[in-house]
Nanobody, 117 residues
Framework: QVRLVESGGGLVQPGGSLRLSCAASGIIFRHVDMGWYRQAPGKQRELVAS???????NYVDSVKGRFTISRTNAKNTVYLQMDSLKPEDTAVYYC???????????WGQGTQVTVSS
């Protein structure tokens, strides 16, 4: 069955960097598109970055130029490199398919990112 395990979150100061990882199993990873979502307190979960099976990437405007999504198919892993972090980036970050539904799809536990002085 599908399993998604996020890691790499933590506490970082504004302007700092973090690299998140998502290990996937139960899917033919090299054939699927993947994405990173985040959910801040009091806000809805939003898709912030995606990468197709062919390597094409897309980003929400608020993270363009600061976040980079990548994947290593041999390790069934997708990454999110986050640079120039801002307090408003504070959220729980999840990986999933770009078409995932919060109320219907499988979701992992996520990883907490806190940006604070």
């Amino acid at each position: 069955q599908v399993r998604l395990v996020e890691s790499g979150g933590g506490l970082v100061q504004p302007g700092g960097s973090l690299r998140l990882s998502c290990a996937a199993s139960g899917i033919i990873f090299r054939h699927v598109d993947m994405g990173w979502y985040r959910q801040a307190p009091g806000k809805q979960r939003e898709l912030v970055a995606s990468i197709t099976s062919g390597g094409t990437t897309n980003y929400v405007d608020s993270v363009k130029g600061r976040f980079t999504i990548s994947r290593t198919n041999a390790k069934n892993t997708v990454y999110l490199q986050m640079d120039s972090l801002k307090p408003e980036d504070t959220a729980v970050y999840y990986c999933n398919f770009p078409t995932a539904r919060p109320g219907l799809s499988y979701w992992g536990q996520g990883t907490q990112v806190t940006v604070s002085s």
